[in-house]
């Protein structure tokens, strides 16, 4: 699977003290959205992106969002009590106008645009089981961010 080499970054999913893993209830869908799913989790198995998980203390639910124009299926998955469980990262985002005036100067600036940006990160190793989802017949993680 390309994406950026783990020595330059890699994800990490830290845990506050505390914290005890949550498995979510499964939710219901129906039939229709059920198979469209079934595709879309295919399709992220071939590309790498997803894993088969068979242990999992940590399991959330698949949010399947469906798109207007092709009837397609976007997977998203509930984080939240993850996401209420990992410490705050206290790095504040730099201010726009702060960004500009610093590249204003320069006699070359440039742009890359990676194809599926947040999949170019790739998950630790160490947390890959914290991001376990609930799908139609079996339990998978992500592989990246």
Request: glycine residues 6%.
């Amino acid at each position: 699977m390309p994406g950026l080499d783990r020595q330059l970054v890699e994800h990490k999913l830290p845990i506050k003290e505390g914290y005890l893993p949550v498995k979510q209830a499964r939710r219901r869908m129906s039939m229709d959205t059920e198979l469209k799913v079934k595709e879309e989790i295919e399709r992220l198995l071939k590309t790498g992106f997803i894993r088969p998980a068979i242990y999992a203390d940590w399991l959330a639910n698949i949010v399947p969002v469906l798109k207007r124009k092709t009837g397609a299926v976007r997977i998203c998955v509930d984080y939240r009590n993850l996401n209420e469980a990992s410490p705050k990262d206290e790095y504040p985002m730099p201010m726009a106008d702060m960004l500009i005036d610093g590249a204003a100067h320069n006699q070359m600036l440039s742009f890359m645009d990676g194809n599926a940006g947040y999949n170019q990160i790739m998950m630790a190793e160490q947390d890959i089981h914290k991001t376990a989802f609930m799908c139609p017949g079996h339990i998978s993680a992500s592989n990246i961010l």
